[in-house]
């Protein structure tokens, strides 16, 4: 049974028992920081299990095939994956859930059908097993009672196996698992060499509870679900409060079903690996399945038609197809590569399968093959895998070759830290390790594994702190205090000053309608040196958020005057800050937001909405927000793509967006579900953090985005639109810089006066400003060939000191020097090639004055001193240092800057002496 209809039959079996199924959530969780990943299929309903919501539609059964990944924070399986049967970075975990519906005696009754029934899963029952927690006597009776299972096969288990619970309080209970017997099910099962006792024996059928425990550690008896019964609420003290409405909440992994049903023993030998695996083989030109009795051992490549034996470590195949399936879906689900936290865990696990292709022989992007098998595999599934799939292929093929370009460098760096044969295994030092990390690109727990792999170890704590040391010196100089408010400073609103105990329920931002209103402060904050913090019931004024900067403005009580220069959220108001001039008084007061500029900034957000749309429509849609900012004055934007954006895909989306701004299309605004407005297609921002109902701001027919900022009415209120330019900003991260309305006007409108000073320069007509360059520009290349020729041609300079030629050593070199006359520095290199190649074997020394009275020294060596040891580099920095000067270069060629000209003369008369003695010395 293939595992598609292995997950098909689970869905379908609990959508028969009233079940609700649902799609996968992403690996992202929804607005909880303490998971990098999902990596259970409960978390999607975490809120609903600890009471803080209702079950989704209020439905309250529910099944799932849930995307999980165990590659970071607690739970994280990395280490492990291809050296075990059944680690993985990236699995599918099927569930059923009850809020409060039904519970153990149909969470078990259900199981029970599901995965005995002829019709269904059809796993013989003679084969399985269950645990229950030792003290719930209720499990224990229902397995005999409902499945029939006799006593000896129902084991009681403690609190470390058979005991859950969310946090050290709160919803928790007792859980029961089902384990089949792999001697049994696999026909590949083998005892660990040597292996005695009761549970080896093939023939019992009843085992004791140690003699089982025994067999499921050594991987007899596999676990292929967990039912966990929430009946529970754990007390800070430690006691247990039954819930008045239990829940259930259970995981069965689909690879280890799978490798129930086909018979194996390992997940990787199932058919979820066996395409990924392959396109291994094929991609590496090795077999994944070895020659000696099913042993991976060796592996065969052909090269130019021979073939070479090689010691081929199985696990790295397993690595590869495992950890393609992990890139593939995080990249889907909106993860970046990056080096914080879910990004680096994304490219720790790309670079973990760059070095496994690298031990396979590969020097060139190898994963983007198998993830592009893992887009065929699932995609009609995960229909994201095929809609991002240009993104996930073009992202993992750049950061592949990105960490080629440096491994070989970093292995060789590795090789010196710890030699394979080095008698005194000892530790590498933190330092090491994070040169490894920074220049090289190395993620540590890969330093790690490779260290251990040759019985080194690692000084982590000074990795931590080298690492430390740098992000502190990284870190942008951010001011500790914004707005002139340190980011503790405002504390809660129960501690400001309010005329009433109950004066902040009320208040509210209504800036979307008006820049100016009557309002009344509510709350108060003095921050000192006449600085204050308002809370007005009715606040005109946008906090930062978004990429939006705050408004500035006013407010103008009775006798006094706040200038608001920063707006902060606290508590999820807007409080105004800015500095009080006058008494302040509690009533009444006049809030504004200037009007320039606040349509300013609504013509650059809502440009930039437009410019997300068009540079998907132009590079694809692997484009994706990555950062933004706007301000009054200009918009900047950061976006997801490989490589600089051609001058002619920046115009196409420079003319795309000004043509929906000419279109005159009005700009609506509505709230609506998360989970409706993603349905309709609105664009999220990756990282943002979106609240149940949220404002969907769109442009009819061209864009449409979550967005809480400030926007204009129509798209024609933009005006214009120019693009300032366009640069990187980090590994696979672009940015825009633009400009909107009044500033786009003012931009062109300068470019119109710098034309007019250019041509007002040449002399000629603005008309024929280009051309006229042309002219220019042709004109001296043809004035620099003539130069060149010169010097490559013999001039009599040249000649002259070629004649002049002093011997050195006895193998017919010469030395040839002195002092020459060129326009500029590349002058003087193109006549030091033509020395070297007329000189036939020797070193050449030319020296010439600059017109800032400074002078330049070039030094050439012939290829066959260079391969002597002679270098240029080592000869100019030796003959300069004597007249203080000081450079380098290559072998072939170097040069060296002399502060004062008037010295080189005194340097090229001890040149003679300096040079024989390094042309002895080679």
């Known amino acids: 049974m293939r595992a598609s209809e292995i997950r098909q039959r689970f869905l379908s079996f609990f959508a028969d028992q009233q079940h609700v199924i649902r799609p996968s959530a992403s690996l992202v969780p929804a607005d909880d920081p303490t998971l990098l990943f999902v990596n259970a299929g409960m978390v999607p309903f975490k809120k609903v299990f600890l009471g ?41 975990m099927l569930g059923n859930f009850s809020f409060g519906d039904y519970f153990k005696r149909d969470a078990i009754a259900f199981a029970w059908d599901l995965i005995t029934s002829s019709d ?29 299972l006799s006593a000896d096969r129902v084991y009681r288990l403690g609190d470390k196996d058979n005991f859950w619970q969310m946090a050290d309080t709160g919803p928790c209970g007792p859980c029961t698992e089902i384990f089949v017997d792999l001697s049994r099910a696999a026909a590949d099962f083998t005892f660990p060499e040597g292996a005695t006792g009761e549970w080896t024996e093939l023939d019992r059928e009843v085992f004791s509870q140690d003699a089982f425990e025994q067999g499921g550690e050594a991987g007899r008896f596999l676990e292929i679900w967990n039912l966990v019964f929430m009946q529970f609420d754990k007390q800070p003290d430690g006691s247990l409060v039954p819930l008045p409405r239990p829940s259930v909440d259970t995981g069965a992994g689909l690879e280890r079903i799978a490798a129930v049903k086909q018979g194996v023993t390992n997940n990787f030998h199932t058919d979820v690996f066996a395409a990924l695996i392959r396109t291994v083989e094929e991609t590496v030109g090795f077999s994944y399945w070895g020659r000696e009795s099913g042993e991976h051992r060796t592996g065969v490549k052909t090269k130019g038609g021979s073939t070479v034996q090689n010691a081929v470590d199985p696990a790295s195949f397993r690595v590869l197809a495992d950890h393609a399936r992990a890139v593939a879906f995080l ?7 990056s080096n914080e936290g879910r990004g680096y865990v994304l490219r720790r696990i790309l670079r973990r399968g760059v070095r496994h292709a690298y031990l396979l022989g590969r020097r060139e992007p190898t994963l983007v093959h198998v993830v592009q098998t893992v887009i065929s595999e699932l995609g009609d599934v995960y229909s994201e895998l095929r809609s991002r799939s240009e993104h996930l292929l073009q992202t993992t093929r750049v950061e592949e070759q990105a960490f080629l370009s440096t491994i070989e460098g970093g292995l060789t760096r590795f090789e010196q830290l710890a030699p394979a044969n080095a008698m005194d295994k000892g530790t590498i030092s933190g330092d090491d390790a994070f040169k490894l990390y920074d220049t090289f690109g190395f993620p540590i727990d890969l330093t790690e594994l490779m260290a251990h792999e040759r019985g080194y170890t690692v000084d982590i704590p000074g990795f931590e702190d080298a690492l430390g040391q740098q992000r502190t010196r990284s870190k942008d100089e951010r001011k500790t205090r914004q707005f002139g408010v340190a980011a503790n400073e405002l504390g809660d609103l129960a501690s400001w000053e309010q005329p009433a105990s109950d004066s902040v329920a009320g208040a509210r931002f209504v800036g979307y309608d008006a820049i100016t209103v009557e309002s009344e402060v509510v709350a108060l904050r003095r921050l000192g040196e006449d600085r204050v913090a308002v809370l007005l019931l009715e606040s005109p004024f946008y906090a930062e958020s978004g990429g939006q900067v705050s408004d500035h403005g006013e407010i103008v009580g009775e006798g006094w005057k706040i200038d608001v220069d920063g707006v902060k959220k606290i508590e999820g108001r807007s ?112 990282g943002e953090k979106y609240g149940d109902v949220d404002r969907v701001v769109d442009v009819p027919g061209f864009s449409m985005e979550l967005c809480g900022g400030t926007h204009v009415r129509n798209t024609s209120e933009v005006g214009l639109f120019v693009i300032l330019g ?136 012939t290829d066959d001193l260079r391969e002597r040891g002679i270098r240029a580099d080592a000869i100019v920095r030796d003959v300069a240092a004597v007249a203080g000067g000081r450079g380098g270069g290559k072998p072939h060629m170097a040069q060296a800057g002399i502060p004062d000209a008037a010295r080189m003369s005194e340097a090229l008369a001890q040149a003679p002496a300096l040079i024989s003695a390094i042309v002895a010395r080679a």
């Open 331 to 337: 990249l889907a689900d909106g993860v970046f590569p």
């Open 575 to 686: 409080a105004a800050i800015g500095r009080l001039s006058g008494e302040f008084k509690w009533g009444r007061v006049t809030a504004t937001v200037p009007t320039d500029r606040r349509r300013d900034t609504e013509r650059n957000h809502t440009a930039t909405h437009l410019m997300h749309a068009a540079l998907r429509s132009v590079l694809g849609d692997a484009v994706h927000q990555a950062g933004s900012l706007v301000t009054p004055d200009r918009l900047r934007f950061d976006f997801s793509h490989h490589g600089p954006v051609k001058a002619e895909k920046l115009a196409e989306v420079e003319a795309i967006v000004n043509r929906e701004i000419w279109r005159g299309t009005p700009v609506t605004t509505s709230e609506m579900a998360y989970p409706a407005a993603q349905a309709k297609g609105a664009m999220a921002l990756y």
């Open 52 to 92: 803080m919501e209702d079950a989704p539609d209020g439905k309250r059964r529910a099944t799932t095939a849930q995307k999980c990944v165990r590659a970071g924070g607690k739970h994280n399986d990395l280490e492990q994956v291809g050296h075990t049967a059944r680690h993985h970075t990236f699995f599918e």
């Open 120 to 148: 269904k899963l059809a796993i013989d029952p003679s084969w399985l097993r269950v645990t229950v927690h030792t003290s719930d006597d209720e499990a224990f009776a229902l397995w005999q009672e409902v499945a029939g």
């Open 726 to 861: 366009e640069t990187g900003v980090a590994s696979g991260v672009r940015r825009i810089e633009a400009l909107t309305g009044p500033g786009a006007f003012a931009q062109l409108k300068s470019h119109e006066a710098s034309l007019g000073r250019i041509a007002e320069s040449l002399r000629a007509p603005v008309a024929t400003v280009e051309r006229r360059v042309q002219q220019l520009l042709e004109e001296r290349r043809v004035l620099e060939k003539k130069i060149e020729d010169a010097m490559r041609g013999g001039g009599n300079a040249l000649q002259q000191l070629i004649s002049a030629a002093q011997p050195l050593g006895s193998d017919g070199a010469r030395l040839v020097m002195g002092e020459v006359v060129v326009a500029d520095a590349k002058a003087l290199q193109a006549m030091g090639d033509a020395l070297r190649e007329q000189l036939g074997s020797g070193v050449g020394i030319l020296a010439a004055r600059l017109d800032d009275g400074k002078g330049s020294m070039l030094a050439v060596v």
